[in-house]
């Protein structure tokens, strides 16, 4: 996203300086535009935001960094520090829409170190909604980050089945799954807004989704146009594509096991 483009086009130096910059501005807006008071548009959804607070590259060149095959999809060339600031800022975007927020770590010290950034003194324009209202689950990947997406989901999985006074099958209808550099906005009115692949969901248009499709499905708001469509005129049914936003007949299978296996 932003930070490849900045990256490619000033180098790594100059591009992760105005990624810091721009993600500090991100922040302010955040804080300054939280209202605790506001009604959650999506109060019975749950965010899932894995975080891996290591080095994801190997090596940094004038051409491509060389990733780290074991960290998997983290393709960010964001030091520890930058990466707590982006997290903190999708942390309280999706506090700001949602009924709750988990993280999902690899190791105790990623734990400490997201609670210690979110009580540090930087972090004193944030509300105290945001810089408490998270939960972190440590899962057991420390060895093979790559899979900590697949096992944050199942970890998802197994608390809607459970049975007892935390009991996520009654508190919550569906998940948003989302990564630690992503910031959530939410549209108003009905379906989406934006132009082309920045398509803005808005809270009516994932239950327009989902009433419609039954919720054996699940919904890429990030992928609600194909490539090179700007059109956002035509009816939101008309705007999921095929192979991004899909449902199952029955109950969606559980392969995250499997997947872990190979």
């Not at 209202?133 to 809607?160: D, E």
């Not at 090179?228 to 035509?234: A, F």
Request: some cysteine; charged content about 20%.
């Amino acid at each position: 996203g932003i930070e490849h483009q900045l990256t490619r086009r000033l180098g790594y130096e100059k591009g992760m300086a105005s990624m810091t910059k721009l993600s500090w501005a991100v922040m302010d807006s955040l804080a300054a535009n939280y209202d605790p008071a506001k009604g959650k548009a999506l109060g019975e959804y749950v965010g899932l935001i894995p975080f891996y607070g290591g080095q994801g590259f190997k090596t940094v060149n004038s051409t491509r960094p060389v990733y780290d095959p074991k960290v998997g999809n983290s393709h960010t060339l964001a030091g520890p520090d930058l990466k707590l600031l982006q997290l903190s800022s999708v942390v309280c975007s999706v506090l700001q829409h949602l009924g709750g927020a988990v993280i999902g770590v690899c190791s105790d010290s990623e734990k400490d170190a997201i609670e210690a950034f979110m009580k540090s003194p930087e972090m004193g324009i944030l509300p105290q909604q945001c810089k408490a209202g998270a939960s972190i689950a440590v899962l057991n990947c420390q060895k093979l980050p790559v899979h900590l997406p697949y096992l944050l989901l199942q970890w998802a999985q197994a608390q809607f089945k459970k049975k007892n006074q935390v009991d996520w099958s009654q508190k919550y209808k569906g998940v948003y799954f989302t990564e630690a550099d992503n910031v959530l906005v939410m549209a108003s009115g009905n379906g989406a807004s934006g132009n082309g692949n920045n398509a803005v969901l808005s809270a009516n248009g994932v239950h327009q989704f989902f009433a419609k499709r039954g919720k054996n499905c699940y919904l890429a708001p990030t992928r609600l146009e194909k490539r090179g469509s700007g059109n956002l005129e035509r009816p939101f049914e008309g705007r999921i594509s095929v192979g991004q936003n899909s449902c199952s007949e029955g109950p969606i299978v559980d392969t995250v096991q499997q997947f872990l296996k190979h």
